[in-house]
């Protein structure tokens, strides 16, 4: 079954603080993985995209990662800041039984920084 | 400006009773998508349209309908038949086929939709 499972549910850390949010997948085939950033009460926002053959891609403070060995992305916050406050989701392209294209959405983890 | 928009941000209806949900393009996109976010939940499809005047139904079409008569618009009606209409319903849309997620989906602020 395609899952996407994300850790940890959620995270409390102080400002200026760096952090780093999990995202393990069973997707397969692999196509790509995405990072969104989703504020209370908006719609995501894409951060960065990860392709099979990347490993690592950066989007200012923030550094996605993937090993699509061990089926694992990871995102991590470089110093952050009160904006930084949201919910994370992790999405995987997957094919479905009737070989149709699907996204599978993670839960998110829901970061709060607080000063 | 460029961008996607839905209205109202609250909307509060009395059981039993039809609601549609705005949305609205101005950034060209040939596709559209309607998504169901409830707590504890990820994202969870409900219709989609590649192109006007066609779409197809996602994993929670049932007590749905939707309608692409302009490219820049693509109303949902949520209606008596859904058993547990109060969410949070986003729109987004893309450049191509965003169901392969190299294809960024660009999302609208959201209605929060309320069945007192």
């Known amino acids: 079954k395609n899952q996407v499972e994300q850790s940890p549910q959620s995270l409390i850390i102080l400002e200026g603080k760096n952090c780093t949010l999990q995202?393990?997948?069973?997707?397969?085939?692999?196509?790509?993985l995405r990072w969104y950033k989703q504020d209370t009460g908006r719609g995501p926002v894409s951060l960065t995209i990860?392709?099979?053959s990347e490993n690592t891609k950066s989007n200012g403070r923030y550094t996605a990662t993937l090993d699509a060995d061990t089926k694992q992305s990871s995102l991590h916050i470089t110093a952050s800041q009160l904006s930084d406050s949201a919910s994370y989701i992790c999405?995987?392209?997957?094919?479905?039984?009737?070989?149709?294209?699907?996204?599978?959405w993670g839960l998110g983890t829901s970061l709060a920084v607080n000063p | 400006d460029g961008g996607i928009t839905q209205s109202p941000k609250y909307l509060f209806r009395k059981e039993g009773q039809n609601v549609t949900l705005s949305c609205e393009q101005n950034?060209?996109?040939?596709?559209m998508y309607w998504y169901r976010q409830d707590p504890g939940q990820g994202l969870r499809l409900i219709y989609y349209?590649?192109?006007?005047?066609?779409?197809q139904k996602g994993d929670i079409a049932e007590g749905y309908s939707v309608s692409r008569e302009k490219k820049e618009s693509f109303p949902l009606t949520v209606t008596s038949a859904q058993k547990n209409p109060t969410a949070f319903y986003l729109c987004?849309?893309?450049?191509?086929?965003?169901?392969?997620?190299?294809?960024?989906?660009?999302f609208g602020p959201g209605t929060r939709l309320t069945v007192l």
């Open positions: 987004a849309s893309s450049i191509g086929q965003g169901l392969h997620s190299y294809n960024e989906q660009f």
């Open positions: 995202c393990n997948y069973t997707v397969s085939p692999f196509s790509n």
């Open positions: 349209s590649q192109i006007v005047n066609d779409f």
């Open positions: 950034l060209n996109h040939d596709a």
């Open positions: 990860m392709t099979f």
């Open positions: 999405v995987v392209s997957a094919i479905d039984a009737g070989n149709n294209r699907k996204l599978i």
